[in-house]
Protein backbone atom coordinates (compact mmCIF):
# COMPACT_ATOMS: atom_id res chain seq x y z
CA UNK A 1 0.00 0.00 0.00
CA UNK A 2 1.49 3.45 -1.02
CA UNK A 3 1.49 6.73 1.26
CA UNK A 4 -1.70 8.27 -0.53
CA UNK A 5 -3.41 4.84 -0.63
CA UNK A 6 -3.54 4.71 2.98
CA UNK A 7 -4.46 8.37 3.65
CA UNK A 8 -7.03 8.19 1.04
CA UNK A 9 -8.89 4.58 1.98
CA UNK A 10 -8.18 4.74 5.62
CA UNK A 11 -11.64 4.95 8.12
CA UNK A 12 -12.40 5.12 11.82
CA UNK A 13 -13.14 1.37 12.70
CA UNK A 14 -15.04 0.75 16.36
CA UNK A 15 -15.85 -2.43 15.85
CA UNK A 16 -12.99 -5.33 16.16
CA UNK A 17 -12.82 -9.20 15.99
CA UNK A 18 -12.15 -10.45 19.20
CA UNK A 19 -8.41 -11.85 18.75
CA UNK A 20 -5.15 -10.01 19.87
CA UNK A 21 -2.79 -8.03 17.51
CA UNK A 22 0.13 -9.86 15.74
CA UNK A 23 3.09 -9.12 18.43
CA UNK A 24 4.95 -8.19 14.92
CA UNK A 25 1.91 -5.65 14.24
CA UNK A 26 1.90 -3.96 17.57
CA UNK A 27 5.37 -3.36 17.88
CA UNK A 28 5.24 -1.65 14.47
CA UNK A 29 2.36 0.11 15.05
CA UNK A 30 4.41 1.57 18.23
CA UNK A 31 7.66 2.11 16.22
CA UNK A 32 5.40 4.15 13.72
CA UNK A 33 4.32 6.41 16.45
CA UNK A 34 8.06 6.81 17.60
CA UNK A 35 9.08 7.28 14.48
CA UNK A 36 7.37 10.46 14.14
CA UNK A 37 8.89 13.62 13.64
CA UNK A 38 8.78 16.38 16.76
CA UNK A 39 9.40 19.66 17.40
CA UNK A 40 12.95 20.40 18.11
CA UNK A 41 12.88 16.28 18.19
CA UNK A 42 12.07 16.54 21.73
CA UNK A 43 9.80 13.40 21.55
CA UNK A 44 7.42 14.72 24.56
CA UNK A 45 4.97 11.36 24.46
CA UNK A 46 5.12 8.15 25.93
CA UNK A 47 2.74 5.73 24.93
CA UNK A 48 1.25 2.89 27.05
CA UNK A 49 -0.19 0.05 25.47
CA UNK A 50 -3.13 -1.95 26.99
CA UNK A 51 -4.09 -5.41 25.89
CA UNK A 52 -5.45 -6.81 28.75
CA UNK A 53 -9.69 -7.54 28.15
CA UNK A 54 -10.57 -6.16 31.53
CA UNK A 55 -8.31 -3.70 31.54
CA UNK A 56 -9.55 -2.35 28.23
CA UNK A 57 -13.28 -2.98 30.12
CA UNK A 58 -12.03 -0.60 32.60
CA UNK A 59 -10.55 1.56 29.86
CA UNK A 60 -13.92 2.34 28.15
CA UNK A 61 -14.80 4.36 30.99
CA UNK A 62 -12.73 6.95 30.31
CA UNK A 63 -14.96 9.30 28.60
CA UNK A 64 -18.67 9.07 26.86
CA UNK A 65 -17.24 8.07 23.63
CA UNK A 66 -14.91 5.59 24.36
CA UNK A 67 -17.13 2.56 24.52
CA UNK A 68 -14.60 1.32 21.79
CA UNK A 69 -11.95 0.78 23.95
CA UNK A 70 -13.48 -2.66 25.18
CA UNK A 71 -13.88 -3.91 22.10
CA UNK A 72 -10.41 -3.45 21.02
CA UNK A 73 -7.35 -5.64 20.52
CA UNK A 74 -5.22 -3.22 21.99
CA UNK A 75 -5.63 0.88 23.39
CA UNK A 76 -2.47 3.00 22.92
CA UNK A 77 -3.04 5.81 25.61
CA UNK A 78 -1.10 8.76 24.11
CA UNK A 79 0.77 10.51 27.13
CA UNK A 80 2.46 13.60 27.15
CA UNK A 81 3.98 16.45 30.13
CA UNK A 82 1.01 18.42 31.47
CA UNK A 83 1.08 21.49 29.29
CA UNK A 84 -1.06 23.02 32.36
CA UNK A 85 2.10 22.30 34.94
CA UNK A 86 5.10 21.86 33.22
CA UNK A 87 5.09 24.51 30.70
CA UNK A 88 5.19 22.53 27.48
CA UNK A 89 5.05 24.00 24.40
CA UNK A 90 1.98 23.61 22.68
CA UNK A 91 3.25 22.27 19.96
CA UNK A 92 3.45 18.83 22.11
CA UNK A 93 -0.02 18.66 20.25
CA UNK A 94 0.85 18.74 17.14
CA UNK A 95 3.70 16.34 17.60
CA UNK A 96 1.44 13.84 19.66
CA UNK A 97 -1.32 13.80 16.62
CA UNK A 98 1.68 13.25 13.79
CA UNK A 99 2.79 10.41 16.02
CA UNK A 100 -0.82 9.09 16.24
CA UNK A 101 -1.55 9.36 12.73
CA UNK A 102 1.42 7.60 11.85
CA UNK A 103 0.34 4.79 14.28
CA UNK A 104 -3.52 4.91 12.59
CA UNK A 105 -1.78 4.69 8.96
CA UNK A 106 0.67 2.50 9.94
CA UNK A 107 -2.25 -0.05 11.21
CA UNK A 108 -4.29 0.50 8.34
CA UNK A 109 -1.45 -0.51 6.34
CA UNK A 110 -1.45 -4.21 8.34
CA UNK A 111 -5.25 -4.39 7.45
CA UNK A 112 -5.89 -3.05 11.46
CA UNK A 113 -8.33 -0.71 11.93
CA UNK A 114 -8.26 2.09 14.95
CA UNK A 115 -10.52 5.10 16.10
CA UNK A 116 -9.48 7.57 18.62
CA UNK A 117 -11.16 8.18 22.03
CA UNK A 118 -10.95 11.42 24.38
CA UNK A 119 -10.23 11.57 27.76
CA UNK A 120 -12.92 13.14 29.60
CA UNK A 121 -11.96 11.35 33.13
CA UNK A 122 -8.34 12.44 33.78
CA UNK A 123 -8.05 11.05 37.14
CA UNK A 124 -9.57 7.25 36.08
CA UNK A 125 -7.37 7.75 33.31
CA UNK A 126 -4.36 8.06 35.38
CA UNK A 127 -5.33 5.73 38.04
CA UNK A 128 -5.63 2.56 35.19
CA UNK A 129 -2.37 3.97 33.54
CA UNK A 130 -0.21 5.20 36.24
CA UNK A 131 1.25 7.86 34.59
CA UNK A 132 2.95 10.79 37.12
CA UNK A 133 0.77 13.47 38.33
CA UNK A 134 2.69 15.83 36.19
CA UNK A 135 1.71 14.27 32.72
CA UNK A 136 -1.68 14.46 30.82
CA UNK A 137 -3.59 12.29 28.59
CA UNK A 138 -5.86 13.71 26.08
CA UNK A 139 -6.50 10.73 23.36
CA UNK A 140 -5.99 6.91 23.50
CA UNK A 141 -6.08 5.07 19.69
CA UNK A 142 -7.84 1.79 19.88
CA UNK A 143 -6.89 -0.74 17.36
CA UNK A 144 -8.17 -4.21 16.27
CA UNK A 145 -8.19 -6.35 13.22
CA UNK A 146 -12.45 -4.98 11.33
CA UNK A 147 -15.56 -6.86 13.01
CA UNK A 148 -16.28 -6.30 9.11
CA UNK A 149 -13.33 -7.49 6.83
CA UNK A 150 -15.03 -5.11 4.23
CA UNK A 151 -14.46 -2.11 6.43
CA UNK A 152 -11.14 -2.37 4.40
CA UNK A 153 -12.63 -1.59 1.56
CA UNK A 154 -15.60 0.30 2.17
CA UNK A 155 -16.47 3.15 -0.55
CA UNK A 156 -15.92 6.90 0.37
CA UNK A 157 -19.38 8.45 2.16
CA UNK A 158 -20.61 11.33 -0.27
CA UNK A 159 -20.57 14.60 1.70
CA UNK A 160 -17.64 13.32 3.81
CA UNK A 161 -15.39 15.92 3.26
CA UNK A 162 -15.88 19.55 2.75
CA UNK A 163 -15.12 20.23 -0.75
CA UNK A 164 -11.53 21.25 -1.55
CA UNK A 165 -11.80 24.87 -2.91
CA UNK A 166 -13.90 25.79 0.25
CA UNK A 167 -11.09 24.97 2.85
CA UNK A 168 -7.84 25.83 0.62
CA UNK A 169 -7.02 29.75 0.35
CA UNK A 170 -4.09 30.53 -1.98
CA UNK A 171 -1.73 33.41 -0.38
CA UNK A 172 -4.90 35.35 1.57
CA UNK A 173 -8.15 34.38 3.08
Not at 8 to 28: M, Q, V
Not at 73 to 83: E, G, K, Y
Not at 89 to 101: E, H, V
Not at 135 to 158: I, N, Q, V
Request: some cysteine; overall charge negative; charged content about 20%.
Amino acid sequence: MDTWQAIDTTRAIRKFEDRPLEPDHLRRILDAGRRSGSSKNQQHWDFVACTDSAHLQQLAAVGPYADHIAGAAVAVALVVPDPATNEAPYSIMWDLGRAAQNMTLAAWELGIGSVPATVYNQDLARELLGYPADHWCEFMLSFGYPLDPEALTWAKRAGGRKPFDTIVHTERW
